[in-house]
């Protein structure tokens, strides 16, 4: 059996999607904790194990990923200060259970010292794989292209694309991209111990980007760079996001402005056997109903 956990985010769907579309339904694990939510249900419909799963619960952890040969951890969107608690809690459930294999979506230079969840979450868990003695794979994931189109409505309506960076270049991917790969390794025989980073075949700049968007959708679209420290104001107050999680993005833009994610890597193609879209490529399906 294959286990996901957070059944009931936007990256697992895209994963829990890309192994039903291969005919694998009947071998997949989900874990959430909601096992009442409208998606779990339809998953349970379609024969998909769901099971109650958390990671601030150890035993619970355990139980949920008895008879998976595979797992993928996938972090919560909870505070900083307990991500890393949560995914040490999953590791040792899954050797507790008899897991032998973890993977786990990790973030894109995962050594920057300016990111904060790189350096609080993900560096420690990365770690903490390494010396488990299972069996792992970790997958460095660039930016979601997506958080371009977060307001897309907005943008199109004012003309203006606000996100941090200035005009430093920056790889991304989409995050169904990204679930496709997911659950390539998660449906193959993957060796141990590979760390992938997974971003689309160049970088980009906001500017670049905006400019993308004026032709795609047709509208005039402008960059305007909002600085790594207001960053988590501004996504608070139009995007609706709680602050002490907001506040954890200012490292993450800092990072963007220091270039620390102009980089470029293979990998996804190597999984894959076909190279990402390219970030117009995803503002089409954006612009046509898709993601």
């Not at 339904?25 to 096992?35: C, D, H, I, P, S």
């Not at 952890?61 to 797992?71: H, N, V, W």
Request: glycine share 8%.
């Amino acid at each position: 059996m294959i286990f996901v956990s957070g059944a009931n985010g936007q990256f697992s769907r895209a994963v829990i999607e890309s192994i039903l579309a291969a005919g694998r339904g009947n071998e997949l694990a989900v874990g959430t904790r909601n096992v009442d939510s409208p998606f779990a249900q339809e998953l349970a419909a379609q024969g998909v194990s769901v099971r109650h799963a958390d990671f601030l619960d150890p035993d619970l952890m355990q139980s949920a990923l008895e008879g998976c040969a595979k797992a993928l951890f996938i972090p919560t969107y909870d505070t900083n200060d307990v991500r890393l608690q949560q995914n040490l809690n999953a590791l040792e459930a899954a050797r507790a259970a008899g897991v032998g294999h973890v993977v786990y979506p990790s973030f894109i230079n995962a050594e920057s010292p300016l990111v904060e969840h790189s350096r609080l979450v993900h560096l420690p868990t990365e770690q903490a794989i390494r010396d488990s003695g299972l069996a792992f794979t970790i997958l460095r994931h660039a930016l979601y292209a997506d958080v371009m189109v977060s307001d897309l409505q907005d943008t199109l309506a004012t003309g203006v694309l606000h996100r941090p960076g200035g005009e430093a270049r920056c790889a991304y991917v989409a995050r169904a991209d990204l679930g496709i790969s997911a659950a390539q390794v998660l449906m193959r025989d993957e060796p141990s111990g590979r760390t992938y980073s997974e971003t689309m075949e160049r970088t980009y700049s906001g500017s670049e980007i905006a400019d993308m968007m004026s032709e795609v959708f047709g509208r005039p679209v402008r960059y305007q760079s909002i600085a790594a420290v207001d960053w988590p104001h501004y996504v608070t107050e139009h995007w609706g996001v709680p602050l002490e999680i907001s506040k954890s993005m200012v490292g993450t833009s800092l990072a963007l402005e220091a270039g620390d994610f102009d980089l470029v890597s293979p990998d996804y193609g190597e999984i894959t056997g076909h190279p990402p879209r390219t970030m117009r490529a995803f503002l089409e399906s954006v612009r046509d109903g898709g993601n």
